[in-house]
């Protein structure tokens, strides 16, 4: 099992220190944020910029996610904002940033592009069908360019467990790029399954993984032994469905204690699997 960390939690680091500390830790990967401390998509001279961290990377030995949750990377005032749920015209900034994610992702060979729905905005009654709009014109970019899509549900979004997503899947022609980011934590949060078995269910559309520990019905990030999860069971189930690819530790709120936290969750998730 290939463990990573999320950037998301380094957001006090460089990029290029934040790589050096997870892969002297141990890590074998970096779920990577694209936003405007680390890597922005919007940024000037953004090819040499992800020329330059294609390097790091290399020299690191370091696998790669992108990842695409951004709070104010389209909107300085409106976190998340806008979203694929909002009306097509609206939704085009979240379509670009999801197509210039794509083309990053392809640039750095990741193993895949991790994103998200959004809520439902007052107003719009039918999200699903603007939903389905602005992930097909991902997905062509994602065929154009041979990237992986990682959909996530999350609590509290119109697609918000992974029965939301295999609604879409189905309402798309079960596109084969479309695949499953699964995140450990919201398992626990609003899955109606046990955390071993949603991991089963989600099993066959795996691409990425996400993992933190969690509480039901509270939608917050914690570090493993303060939440409720079981790690051996859960890990064991992940092992069972045959999934080869990243398990990067989702802890974006722990910034300031970066270094430490990330070593204390490798440690942990080592004695979960041993």
């Known amino acids: ?5 999320g950037t998301n939690g380094f957001a006090n680091h460089r990029l290029s220190d934040a790589l050096v500390v997870i892969a002297d830790l141990g890590y074998e990967g970096v779920a990577l944020t694209l936003d405007s401390g680390h890597l922005d998509p919007y940024g000037p001279f953004v090819s040499r910029r992800i020329a330059q961290v294609g390097r790091w990377l290399d020299r690191l030995n370091l696998s790669l996610v992108i990842e695409t949750g951004g709070r104010y990377v389209l909107d300085p005032v409106h976190k998340h904002h806008p979203t694929l749920v909002h ?10 940033l999801l197509r210039r994610a794509v083309r990053v992702a392809a640039e750095l060979g990741a193993e895949a592009v991790s994103f998200w729905s959004g809520t439902r905005p007052s107003g719009v009654q039918d999200g699903w069908d603007n939903l389905a709009k602005g992930v097909e014109a991902v997905l062509v970019e994602a065929e154009t360019c041979g990237v992986t899509l990682g959909f996530e549900p999350e609590p509290g979004m119109l697609v918000e467990d992974i029965a939301g997503y295999e609604r879409l899947r189905g309402m798309l022609g079960q596109p084969a790029r479309l695949g499953l980011t ?3 934590g919201h398992c626990r949060c609003n899955e109606p399954d046990s955390v071993p078995e949603a991991v089963r269910r989600a099993g066959p559309h795996l691409v990425n993984v996400q993992i933190d520990d969690m509480r039901r019905d509270v939608h917050e990030h914690l570090e493993f032994g303060e939440g409720e999860i079981d790690f051996p069971p859960v890990l064991a189930a992940l092992t069972e469905t045959g999934y080869q690819g990243l398990v990067s530790v989702e802890l974006p709120r722990h910034s300031h204690a970066a270094p430490v936290v990330a070593e204390r969750s490798l440690r942990f998730l080592r004695e979960a699997v041993s």
Not at 1 to 5: A, E, H, K, Q, S
Not at 88 to 96: I, K, L, T
């Open 1 to 5: 099992m290939r463990f990573g960390y």
């Open 87 to 96: 009306p097509p015209d609206q939704a085009a900034p979240r379509v670009d």
């Open 182 to 184: 699964l995140d450990i």
